[in-house]
Every structure is written in C-alpha cells, then in structure tokens.
C-alpha cells in the first residue's frame, strides 16, 4: 500500500480537527511523533491492535523497571512510559488513517491502560514504599492509581460526548452497555466488552453523575453544544488525559522524584480535576438558564 502525502496522512490520524478537544501534550509533541511513525508503517501489514499490545508491553517494561528501583533504572521506566503513551496514540491514528476501526481495538486499548496503570502504579508505590516505609507511601500510591484512572475517564467522557456532538468518532459510546447488535456480533470483542464494563463501567458512571450535578438540573437537548463544545471546558479536562499524566511521571522519573511525583498527582492534578468540575457547575451551568 502506498504511502499517502505526510501531512494529509497527519490530518487523516487525527480525532478531530479542533485542537482544543485534544490534551496540549497530544496536539503539539506526541500525536506529529505518533504521524511520522504511522507514515513509516503505513504499507505493512502492521495492525493497530499489534501497535496496542506494544504499547502494553512498553508500559509492563516501565513497571519492571520501576520495581528494580536504582536511579538508572527509574530512568528508563521514564523512557518507556513515554513509549508507551506514544504507541497509545500511534495505535488510534493508524487505525484512522487505514480505516481499521474496530470495537476489538477500543476495548484492548482501555484494558491495556488498565493494566500499565496497576503495574506501574504498584511498582512505584513499592518502591517509594522501600525509600519511605511508612502506611502514608501505600496509601499515596494507592490514591494516586485511582485519582489518575478517574481523572483519565473525566477526561474521556467529555472529549467523547463532544465528539458524539459532531458526529466523529462514534465507536466510542459515552458509556458502554452490552446491546443485543453486540451479543449477535464479535464474540471477541462482546468478551473484551465485558471485561472493560467490569473495570471502567462504574467509573462511566460516576463521570455521568458528575455531569448531572455540574448542570444543576437545568438541560435539555438543545444545550448539548453549549454544554459539551465550551473550549475552555475542553482545555480543563484536556490537562488530564493520559498524555499529560505520562508526561508528568516521566518528568519526575528522569528526576529520581517518585515520591514528589505521588505528591504532585494527588494535589496538583485533582486541583485541576476539581476547578474543571467547578468551572461546569458554577461557570458553565449559568448558560443553561
């Protein structure tokens, strides 16, 4: 297969040609990477789903190194987590520009992430643990996994409900619930559906519930683009994606910054989880009147 022209290709691979529903980190470092290494692919016969599995592979890789717990070695867990939320775009941007979309690679791609977050999750909490043995080093790591898995799906919930607005990226429900088309369809992927309901179905819903409460009882149909297409919703929510979050760990990793990093995760990023929820409720719902 012929390589298409790398800037036509770059805007192929793109979610959405509005910037502002994308993490800062994504439109301007990681997603041109993720296009250059989409372009280099494109004729073989590499499919998005093996891209995913070794972007999984860097992210258990980082969690490995992370456990051995020598300065070098947190080093390059930093190297590999950006690997890793590099071939998590790359994955995505080839399926689009090859039109290789399946529900198999949305459910894989969720529960990969799912699993490099408890691996690396644990091995830096252990290994902050070892430094600083003290209940607090567990319970910081523990509450810094869950901050970052909420903070992710807020993210998803309102990059997806803007997209499902302008009628792009539709394989991804808001929320997922088995219908009858999907028990009738992919048996693989009803399986892989499953087990993402199982890890991220009351997470869909929490996110849901925050929405109602940010709207304050007042919306209708009609509301949709005020609500879910406000830019500076977009840009708040933005600075919590996974691109953001991996960027950050790795930051401090190359820092030897472990315990700083949990600090960071639990104060700094849900200040910014909570002035976005904020923004909708106090800001934002005034337009709903």
Known sequence: MPRPNPLILFKQSLKSDAKYADELINIYLLRPVASMIVWLIYPTRITPNQVTMTAIIFGVAAAYCYSIGSPCAIAIAGILIVLKDLFDDTDGQLARAKNLYSRR????????DFIVDVTVFSAITMEVYRLHPTPWALLAGFLSFWSTTLRVSYH??????????????????????VTEKDREGDHIALGLQKIFILLYGWQDRFMVRIDT?????????????????????????????????????????????????????????????????????????????
């Open 105 to 112: 690679g949305r459910f894989l791609d969720s529960i990969g």
């Open 156 to 177: 998803v919930f309102y990059q997806v409900s803007y997209f499902h607005l302008e009628e792009q990226y539709i394989l991804n429900r808001v929320t997922e619930e």
């Open 213 to 289: 409460w940010c709207k304050s009882g007042r919306f209708d149909a009609r509301l949709a683009p005020t609500w879910y297409a406000d830019r500076f919703g977009l840009r708040l929510s933005g600075l919590l994606g996974f691109g953001t979050e991996f960027t950050l760990l790795a930051i401090f990793s190359w820092m030897n910054e472990l315990l700083l990093y949990l600090i960071l995760n639990l104060f700094a990023m849900n200040g910014i989880w909570l002035i976005s929820i904020l923004y909708r409720r106090i800001v934002l719902a005034r337009n709903l009147r």
